[in-house]
């Protein structure tokens, strides 16, 4: 069955280190996003990329890095420089068009400071 | 640029009718709706494109009116298990990207 699998569910970090969330697909879809939700919020766009080898920051890419060398693949750095990590992490997928296509989410990844 | 949707929150008892709506202040070439369940991913309800056209799942439908640049998502004798937050998205033309809105809190109350 073609879907998003991210991992890990739960994740927790420690004060100055990076930890980075997998997020893979096999939609074979070009577009891939990631975003943030903090509890009873929306969903805040960190960064998304509509090609391989390229991407382009959200409203709140500050404190994140991401890379997109694979079409499959779209990981997520957390770095240092984010201090307030906690949250829900959700990635998604979408085929490229004319706006026909929805997005497809992955089940998300738990994020929390130690 | 976000879109904005009304009413932020709706407390509903089983069997009632609620609306909620999503407008922009920019052109839309499409608009799709989602519901979140608490702790879990969103969940693609339907799109919507240009053209005014109305679709239907299972007792929600929507309309899109793309001069006024707005939808609007009915919910018909809501159910128990329409509870959750409903978030609209647009997209404004061809390779755009998407934007979500704020979302809309629904409770249906026994």
């Known amino acids: 069955d073609g879907g998003i699998t991210q991992s890990p569910k739960y994740l927790f970090r420690k004060e100055g280190q990076n930890v980075t969330l997998s997020c893979e697909q096999n939609?074979?879809?070009?577009?891939m996003y990631w975003y943030r939700q903090d509890p009873g919020q929306g969903l805040r766009l960190i960064y998304y990329?509509?090609?391989?080898?390229?991407?382009q920051k959200g409203d709140i890419a500050e404190g994140y890095s991401v890379s997109r060398e694979k079409k499959e693949s779209f990981p997520l750095t957390v770095t240092s420089a984010q201090k307030n990590p906690t949250a829900f992490y959700l990635c998604?997928?979408?085929?490229?068009?004319?706006?026909?296509?929805?997005?497809?989410f992955g089940d998300g990844t738990r994020l929390s400071i130690l | 640029q976000q879109p904005v949707q009304s009413p932020q929150a709706v407390i509903l008892r089983e069997g009632e009718d609620a609306v909620i709506n999503c407008s922009s202040s920019k052109a839309l070439y499409s608009v799709h709706w989602y519901r979140q369940k608490h702790g879990e991913a969103p969940v693609f309800l339907m799109i919507?494109?240009?053209?005014?056209e109305q679709k239907g799942h299972e007792k929600i439908s929507a309309s899109f009116n793309e001069k006024k640049q707005q939808s609007s998502l009915y919910l018909t004798a809501s159910q128990l298990s329409y509870s959750g937050t409903y978030f609209c998205g647009t997209v404004k033309g061809y390779g755009q990207n998407f934007v979500f809105g704020p979302g809309t809190r629904l409770s249906v109350l026994p």
């Open positions: 939609l074979n879809h070009d577009a």
């Open positions: 919507l494109l240009k053209g005014g």
């Open positions: 998604a997928s979408r085929q490229q068009g004319f706006g026909n296509q929805p997005q497809h």
């Open positions: 990329s509509q090609i391989v080898n390229d991407f």
